[in-house]
Each structure stands twice: as C-alpha cells, then as structure tokens.
C-alpha cells in the first residue's frame, strides 16, 4: 500500500491491516504508551472542502505520533490561485512526508499520488471516504467482534459513503444491502465490483425496509452533502421515507448498532430517538476516525 485514495484500491487484507494497526495504536494511546514512529514527520493537509472530524482528528493524530500537521486550505496556498495540482504535488514532496487532501473531484487525489513522490491519503472526495469507512468497520468490529458474515444496511443517497461502505464491507466479509432512491444511487464502478462478488451478498433497491431486514449495523448520512445545498428541497422530497426511525429499527437484528458519519441532521436522515439510542456507538465511530487515520499515516509514512 503506497497510498489511500479509494478502498476499491486495497485488499481485504490490507484493510484488515489497517484495522489491526488501529486497534493496537488506540491501545498504546490510552495506556499512554509512545508510539514506534519516527519522530519529526510532516503532514501536509489540503481543505477544499471544510471539516471538523478530519481536520482535527488527522492534527491530533500526527501530534501524537510524534509529527506536526500543516493545514492549507485554498486561500492558504497557491491551489485557490490555480496552482496546477502537479505542481502542488511536487513542491510538497520537497517538504513533507505525506499529504493528506479532503476536496471535491476524486481525480485531484489520484493526481497528487501521480505526480508526487509521497504517500496521498483521501480525507474525503465526492467519490470516496475511505477514513471514515476505516473507522465505521474498527467501530463495528469492536462492537461486533467480528466483520465477515455480518449484514451492513446503508438507507440514504447513495454518495461517498455508500460507495466506500459497499467496498469496504464487501472486502471484508460483510454482505451489504443498500436503499436510494432510483435517481441516487452509488456510483457505476461501485455497482459494478458489488455485483462482480461472489455469492448474493450484495442488494441494492429503493425500499429501505427490504434494506433493512436481518441488519446487524445501520448506516445513514445526510441527505445533502456539502456542495449540494442548492438540491435540498428536491432531495428533501426524494428521500420522504428513507428515514430511520423505530420501524426500521424494528426490521433489523436485535442489537442492531447504528452509524452516522456526522454531522446529522436529527429529524430527516435519522430520528432524534434512535440517535440517542445509539449516541454511544455513533461517538464511538466519531473517536475511531483518529486511531484508523493514525493506522493509515503510520502504515504509508514509516
């Protein structure tokens, strides 16, 4: 593994990989243990896009692993002037050690990896967010204990999330089941690879309680990610119904966990009641964001 753009680029021992540095870094952290890293590294951190989770989970993550971040957003750096991306990508390379980039287009990323001599991490695209699927699946292993044979249902657009959690649970042993509307649904190449897997582990349909039957974890997300708020009154009507809520809830597994990446909005995606019914793990997942970032700066930055 060079690089993190897309979890359609790793295998499911890779990911697995991941998960297990995760755990083990998280368990270092809390017993106050100093992490085997090389000290004086240097993130580069490119905000297209703003953040709360990603910004401050990656700073606090290379502090404590013995690094120091280096936020650049586009009116701090040349890229909001038209800075080709490869030239972005070559300059940082001379500087620093990694850079990480939460932005629009999926292909700026794979650009920085062209073009740069340093590992890329994916801090979110409109394609993909696969550190946060990273965490959702160390959440849910140390909820579950386990990953492989567990039903994953994500009910909501079908957006960056859903297409790394198809990947993502799918490369790990999950079966999925996915319901968007018809006009939102996940990615083709996404589609695509759920379909090329073996066995009928995967349905995607625009029913989100055939979704929802026999789950075991519950994902969801807002209906309007950023950048689409000129869409909200048309996705607003397009996703009556795609709400979880008590009788979703009542179709799933007894003990069903649920996920929201955050930030929610209570009353659409998901009911006030079953997000506080599950606040613990939803935080949870919000606190894995730092251990399976660190996971992923550690593995490509040693």
């Known amino acids: 593994m060079k690089h993190l753009l897309k979890l359609l680029d790793l295998s499911g021992d890779e990911i697995i990989n991941i998960l297990d540095t995760a755990d083990r870094l998280k368990a270092e952290q809390k017993a106050g243990k100093p992490h085997a890293f ?27 692993l013995g690094g120091q971040g280096i936020f ?47 590992p890329v991490i994916n801090g979110l695209t409109d394609f993909a967010h696969p550190c946060q699927v990273l965490a959702d699946l160390q959440t849910i292993r140390e909820h579950k204990k386990r990953l492989a044979g567990l039903k994953i249902c994500y009910i909501g657009d079908g957006n960056n999330m859903a297409n790394s959690i198809i990947v993502g649970a799918l490369k790990v042993g999950a079966e999925v089941s996915v319901a968007t509307p018809e006009a939102y649904r996940p990615d083709a190449q996404v589609y695509d690879f759920a379909m090329s897997q073996t066995g009928p582990r995967f ?90 970032q660190k996971a992923v700066m550690y593995l490509l930055m040693k």
Not at 38 to 64: H, Y
Not at 254 to 265: D, E, F, I, T, Y
Request: include cysteine.
């Open 38 to 64: 090389p000290r004086g590294k240097t993130l580069a951190m490119i905000f297209a896009k703003n953040s709360t989770r990603t910004r401050v989970s990656f700073e606090t993550g290379i502090f404590q």
């Open 203 to 292: 349905m995607l349909t625009t029913d989100p309680r055939a979704a929802a039957r026999g789950a075991d974890v519950i994902f969801t997300d807002v209906w309007a990610s950023m950048g689409m708020e000129a869409e909200t009154a048309a996705r607003t009507v397009a996703f009556k119904g795609y709400c979880v809520d008590d009788e979703i809830m009542a179709l799933a597994n007894k003990g069903c966990m649920v996920q929201h990446c955050l930030p929610a909005h209570r009353g659409e995606e998901i009911t006030e009641k079953v997000f506080e019914e599950h606040a613990t793990e939803i935080f949870d997942e919000a606190e894995n964001r730092l251990h399976a």
């Open 72 to 118: 650049l957003s586009n009116a701090d750096s040349q890229l909001g002037r038209g800075e080709p991306i490869q030239d972005t990508a070559r300059v940082l390379s001379r500087y620093c050690d990694g850079i990480m980039i939460r932005t629009f287009a999926q292909q700026e990323v794979e650009d920085l990896a062209k073009f740069g001599d340093i």
